[in-house]
């Protein structure tokens, strides 16, 4: 009688483990927003430097403007994307992925 009642807990321990563990994966896979960070200063100084050195032209300047943003909204709905000043700390710094242009 007694085993039985232990088989019936350990079992129940055991799936609601599983369901737990489960649950806590899909919500951060699938529901929680991200916090990642963009060093927005660096990248318009090296913009800046490269335009200033005559590396780009002002036509790629402003294509490299606006592939900024497609670049930004391709992170999709689920990341918030921050610039580094007003992060204090953490979230995954993502200005490597973003700077790259599409062309490049």
Known sequence: MVSDKIKTMSLSVIVSVFVSVG???????????????FDLASYLDKQKADFVAGKINEEKLKKEFA??????????????VLSKGVVLAGGRDVSDEISISPEK
Do not use: C, H, N, W
């Open 23 to 37: 649950t806590v994966y899909l919500y951060d896979a699938y529901y929680v927003q991200k916090v990642v960070v």
């Open 67 to 80: 592939g900024l943003k497609e670049r930004i909204d391709a992170f999709g709905e689920k990341r918030i």
